[in-house]
T-cell receptor, first 111, second 113 residues
Framework: GQNIDQPTEMTATEGAIVQINCTYQ??????LFWYQQHAGEAPTFLSY????GLEEKGRFSSFLSRSKGYSYLLLKELQMKDSASYLC????????????FGAGTRLFVKA | EPEVTQTPSHQVTQMGQEVILRCVPI?????FYWYRQILGQKVEFLVS????????KSEIFDDQFSVERPDGSNFTLKIRSTKLEDSAMYFC???????????FGPGTRLTVL
């Protein structure tokens, strides 16, 4: 089956760095998304990794290792507004196009 | 900045009734998706649509569900006979190419009584 695992909750301090891990077991892997979702709102795009390595975008970076089925999202200089759920999602090409989401990691940023 | 829109924002219906959820994707996008998210749970893939036909669908997307792109702009999800367990937030998303960002609409909250 297709499976994505990420921690349920994390807590970090304002100004710090936090790493949110994601592991996946899927077939037909096409790429991996990270989304941010505030409560009651739609997911918003953070990053997309297709090839192995690190993608950096301002305070956010995402890493992918396809051979290990592993990704992480790194958030630097944490701000209170970063308190949200972070969703790891894998896009699959199994003849058609499909995206499956992990359950999300709820990040609490404290002062 | 172009965005995906969805109507209505909230729909309340009686069990057994039909509902149609509407989405207007970003105009030059080619790939379209419907997802649902039951309160407190993960985002679940329902269906993808490309080149005027269903590309992939999940086990959730049974005969009670259908999608259409009737006029080249709107993208609709129909639930023929709603059940209590269909209560969820339904998100539409669109994508320029299969390897690009998926842009999500704000969602329609469906409540089935």
């Amino acid at each position: 089956g297709q499976n994505i695992d990420q921690p349920t909750e994390m807590t970090a301090t304002e100004g710090a760095i936090v790493q949110i891990n994601c592991t996946y077991q899927t077939s037909g892997f096409n790429g991996l998304f990270w989304y941010q979702q505030h409560a009651g709102e739609a997911p918003t795009f953070l990053s997309y990794n297709v090839l192995d390595g690190l993608e950096e975008k301002g305070r956010f970076s995402s890493f992918l290792s396809r051979s290990k089925g592993y990704s992480y999202l790194l958030l630097k200089e944490l701000q209170m507004k970063d308190s949200a759920s972070y969703l790891c999602a894998v896009t699959l090409n199994t003849g058609g196009f499909k995206t499956i989401f992990g359950a999300g990691t709820r990040l609490f940023v404290k002062a | 900045e172009p965005e995906v829109t969805q109507t209505p924002s909230h729909q309340v219906t009686q069990m057994g009734q039909e509902v149609i959820l509407r989405c207007v994707p970003i105009s030059n996008h080619l790939y379209f998706y419907w997802y649902r998210q039951i309160l407190g749970q993960k985002v679940e893939f329902l269906v993808s649509f490309y080149n005027n036909e269903i590309s992939e669908k999940s086990e959730i997307f049974d005969d009670q569900f259908s999608v259409e792109r009737p006029d080249g702009s709107n993208f609709t999800l129909k639930i023929r006979s709603t059940k209590l367990e269909d209560s969820a937030m339904y998100f539409c998303a669109s994508q320029r190419e299969s390897y690009n960002e998926q842009f999500f609409g704000p969602g329609t909250r469906l409540t089935v009584l």
